[in-house]
Every structure is written in structure tokens, then in C-alpha cells.
């Protein structure tokens, strides 16, 4: 099929090391961009994203923030759905005895409580610095100026991320997405928002989902994989990101998506 939209996953699917895209990428996207839309769908923030598109030169595209919680065109937002601020109350109450950091995202805002090796490894590998300041200074903040979070990261350890997963999901599962990045990571966005959702928003001209042929890697993929007129996971996946896709590539570290797309596209 002559797809006409292309949307990628970032960490772990599109990007070959865990901060930049490769040569072959920027050279398969610069073959195919003027043929089809390139939109970059991400768990990351505004600017942890806008780097990657002005290397692949596709700055002019939309991009997906948040799991789908902040849709931007240019300076446009196409959509904003904020975890309420009680919410972020309970996260932090169930996080806060086990130690586990929480990184508080609204926005290209980003705050953390202290510094840490997880800390730094985002930093490093999305090129954003948070702001240092408590947790319960930038909960009272944010009910002050009636903004909630785009995202929530719960960075721990894997035995605090195995105790406070199933909290969560009782807690608050009807209300927030709740995704194991790994064992030391949990991501948290608004339960009606996802990849799939703010793709279906940038739908244009009559184009339909099968027009579209999406990427990824994760769990937050697998709605965007499965209902994708084709849906590709690469070599990494996870095996239920695999079971539900319609074609697996290589790994991420292989250059799976972009020889992907020089083999079909």
C-alpha cells in the first residue's frame, strides 16, 4: 500500500544510540519525506523531541509529546490533556514513602527533587535539564497557577517499581495510563489521551488510519501498532508489541526502522 503518513517512536525504535538518530535514517527520511508525513511520536517533552526533527529537517511536521497528551504544530497546540492536580497529590503519597524520585513534566517544564544517575542519564540522553526544587513546593505551585502534568516518571528501583505498580493501578488505573518503560521506570498520562488518540487528531484530507505506518517498541506503542495500516515493531520489542505487529524489523541499535523503509517504502 502507498502509506501517507509515517509515525515513529523515539528511544528505543527510531533512535539507533539513546540520543540521536543515525546517517542512514537522516538519509532514508530525507528519501522519503516529501512523499509522505514524518511525525514523530514520543513519550518525551517539546524540546527532547525538536533536536530530532531539525536533524531529520522535518521541523515543519507536527510532533506527538507526552504518550499523547500534548500535540504540537509549530507553536500551535493541537491538544493539552493534563493530569488533574489531586492526582499528582496521590502519586506522590504512594512514591514518596518508597523513595522513588518523581519527575514532574508540564509543558517543555520538567522538575525533580533532587539529582540523581537516573537523572542524569535523562538529561544526557534527551539533551533537557529538569528543575531542582521539592516535590510538594511544585505540587503547591502548580494548584497556584491551575496547571496539572503532561507526564509523571516515577524513577526507583525495581523492587519500589514492582511494590508500587499494582498501588497504582488500584488507586488510580481509571484515571491515568500507567506504563512500565522498564524495571526501574514508570510513566504516567491522562487515561483518555494515547499515541493512537493524537494520531487520529492529525488526520488530514480523508486520510484514515491505513494510511498510516507506525513504529515502535513498548507498551505505549501497542495501540498505535495494532489499529496502524501497518503496524512494525522493531527487533528490541517487547514480545506483546511483537505478537500484535504486522511486520518486525531489526533492533533499534541495527537501524531497524530506516532499513525498513529502504526495503519497503
Known sequence: MDFKILCSDLDGTLLTTKSDVSELTIAQIARIKNKMRIILVSARMPKAMRHLQDDLAIAYEPIICYNGAYVLDGIAEIASVEIRTQDLQDVYELANPLGILIGLYHKNEWYVSKDSERVQKEILYTKCKPVFRDTTATLADWKNRKIGAHKIMLMG????????????????????????????????APKSVSKLSAIQLLLKNNLTLKDVVAFGDNYNDIEMIRVAGCGVAVGNARQELKAIADHITLKNTEDGVARYIAQHL
Do not use: V
Open 157 to 188: 528501583t525495581k523492587d519500589s517499581s514492582d511494590a508500587i505498580f499494582p498501588k497504582l493501578q488500584k488507586a488510580l488505573g481509571t484515571t491515568l495510563n500507567l506504563y512500565r518503560s522498564n524495571n526501574t521506570l514508570i510513566e504516567i
